[in-house]
């Protein structure tokens, strides 16, 4: 039986949504929504292996729904849905904790870089984050997984994984009646965002984060066009011209963030945007920038705010979405289960 093709990507709830976000997958996400059945989480038991108030989160679990609705995905058409409402995800998650190898979790650099030096104080949930992100694409058996650069390991691991069940059990998957032995599909990650990894505006070696102390690193797609314009005359920059070849912003990590963000916004090449920009000073491109950066995000931001006036409307895209997901995930939980020897009613 050949698998159908889904798509399957979601966001952590854990503070509003920014343009990293929005270039480096939202973007593509709507993009898919055209050509595949999509599937788009806010992935709130992600958010909870590290500290959030109960309070905030639930308001960020709706800023992020809104964020969604507001740059374009259509919940009627999509399944749009908070992953905790669909229990198959923490199953599922359970059963790859006992597939995946401790060595492999090992070499996971997100862990590292979000466990800093003292691992040992970390939650056990952060260690099984990239389980979990497997169980979330796999419940579905997703195909495609629109996501940044960043995640890309992770993705690596969903695959392993997949694989992993797939030998293990290879026998009782056939006597299912799945000829090719192949239950899961080994997902595909989609990174092909206008701008796969944007870095912050304080820092061009670190890429754009929601938990970045600093607010002026990133532009939240909540800001409003004054916030938006400040941030970007704020950015970091160096003190020479823009080059105007690509060639000229190796070593120059700021200034290739910001013509990668306003090529991203203006649909543009970066070869183009220097053409235009190339031996001009930052100030001139930076009002460019900002000008274009408000024209895209600030109408987004109206939206996300008036539609988070209305939390009850909110909630009932969520419960539709949810019992949407669970229709299509609970009959492979079950095969799961019969799969692997566990007994259900
Ligand atoms: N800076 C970025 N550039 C391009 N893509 C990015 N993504 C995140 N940051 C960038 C992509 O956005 C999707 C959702 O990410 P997430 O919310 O699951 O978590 P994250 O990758 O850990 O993002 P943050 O902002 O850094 O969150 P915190 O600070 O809470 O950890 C993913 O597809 C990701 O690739």
Redesign the pocket.
């Known amino acids: 039986m050949k698998l159908q093709e889904r798509v399957f990507?979601?966001?952590?709830p854990?503070?509003s949504l920014?343009l990293?976000?929005y270039?480096?997958?939202m973007v593509q996400w709507i993009e898919m929504q055209k050509t595949h059945a999509c599937i788009y989480c806010v992935?709130d038991l992600?958010a909870i292996t590290v500290w959030q108030d109960p309070k905030e989160l639930r308001d960020a679990i709706r800023q992020v729904t809104a964020a969604y609705i507001a740059s374009g995905l259509d919940p009627k058409k999509s399944i749009l849905f908070n992953q905790s409402q669909v229990s198959a995800h923490a199953e599922l998650a359970w059963i790859f904790n006992c597939v995946a190898r401790l060595g492999w979790l090992n070499r996971m650099t997100?862990f590292k870089e979000?466990a800093g030096k003292d691992r040992e104080a970390a939650s056990v949930g952060l260690y099984a984050y990239p389980n979990l992100m497997a169980a979330d694409i796999l419940a579905y058996r997703a195909t495609h997984v629109?996501?940044?650069?960043?995640?890309k390991q992770h993705l690596e691991l969903a695959r392993d994984i997949a694989q992993k069940f797939n030998n293990d059990f290879r026998a009782q998957i056939e006597a299912l009646g799945h000829a090719d032995g192949e239950f899961f599909p080994q997902p595909d990650p989609v990174i092909m965002?206008p701008?796969?990894?944007?870095?912050s505006l304080r820092d061009g070696t670190k890429?754009?984060?929601?938990?970045?102390p600093s607010d002026l690193s990133r532009i939240n797609l909540t800001d409003d066009a004054d916030t938006i314009a400040r941030k970007i005359q704020k950015a970091k920059t160096d003190p020479e011209p823009l080059p105007s070849e690509i060639a000229g912003l190796a070593g120059r990590p700021e200034a290739d963030n910001l013509v990668g963000i306003y090529a991203a916004l203006a649909g543009k090449t970066k070869e183009a945007a220097l053409a235009e920009f190339g031996g001009q000073q930052f100030s001139s491109f930076k009002k460019a920038l900002a000008e274009l950066a408000v024209a895209r995000l600030a109408p987004l931001g109206d939206e996300i705010r008036r539609m988070t006036g209305d939390p009850v409307e909110i909630d009932r895209v969520l419960a539709d979405g949810s019992a949407r997901a669970r229709e299509i995930a609970t009959p492979i939980m079950n095969e799961v289960k019969d799969i692997v020897g566990l007994i259900r009613s």
């Open positions: 990507s979601g966001m952590q854990t503070g920014h990293g976000n270039l480096g997958a992935v992600h997100q979000k629109p996501v940044g650069e960043d995640q965002g701008a796969t990894r944007v870095m890429k754009m984060s929601k938990s970045d």
